[in-house]
């Protein structure tokens, strides 16, 4: 069934639903750092009051975790693979930055972020790929969306001209 929406919509100038591969290589992606047993202190947002981390707001910008990336990526809230990279990256860099280099946060969210960056390098060539894809299809639909109400208003105008021209004709018989 996608095959064929995406044949009529391409027939049509309409989007292919790129986006769909994109969603999915981040999905794959996010899985497989998670799927580590060593990732679960990165899948939650860290608590702070109940860690009493009094000074954790003041050294971390943007507090981000792997279950929020999840999140988003399951409700579409990236519009594109490299923000889902980012806020992964984020993760990590927040506990590397929070916590000590000899702790085992710090020596985990580096291992992770290491692998992370791995695998985003394996897949940037399909990310690339499907990011040209997915700018032609929506520059294809700003187009369509251009293109059909300029053919309503021509159609609208050559109504007009006939009734014009019918109104002139009554006219001069009268």
Not at 24 to 47: G, H, L, N, Y
Not at 109 to 120: G, I, N, V
Request: charged share 35%.
């Amino acid at each position: 069934l996608e095959k064929q929406v995406n044949r009529r919509n391409a027939k049509r100038g309409r989007p292919t639903g790129s986006k769909k591969p994109l969603k999915r290589a981040s999905e794959e992606m996010q899985k497989e750092i998670t799927r580590r047993k060593c990732a679960w202190p990165f899948m939650a947002p860290v608590d702070v009051k109940g860690l009493e981390l009094d000074d954790y707001y003041q050294i971390i910008e943007k507090p981000m975790d792997l279950g929020t990336v999840r999140k988003k990526l399951k409700e579409s809230g990236y519009k594109n693979a490299r923000q889902m990279y980012e806020d992964v990256k984020l993760t990590f860099k927040n506990a590397m930055k929070y916590n000590r280099k000899e702790t085992d946060i710090h020596v985990t969210a580096k291992t992770l972020l290491d692998k992370f960056e791995e695998k985003w390098q394996n897949l940037l060539p399909e990310v690339e790929k499907a990011e040209s894809q997915l700018l032609k299809e929506e520059s294809h639909e700003r187009s369509y969306k251009t293109l059909v109400p300029g053919a309503t208003y021509a159609k609208m105008a050559r109504g007009l001209s006939t009734e014009v021209s019918s109104l002139l004709f009554l006219q001069s018989c009268v």
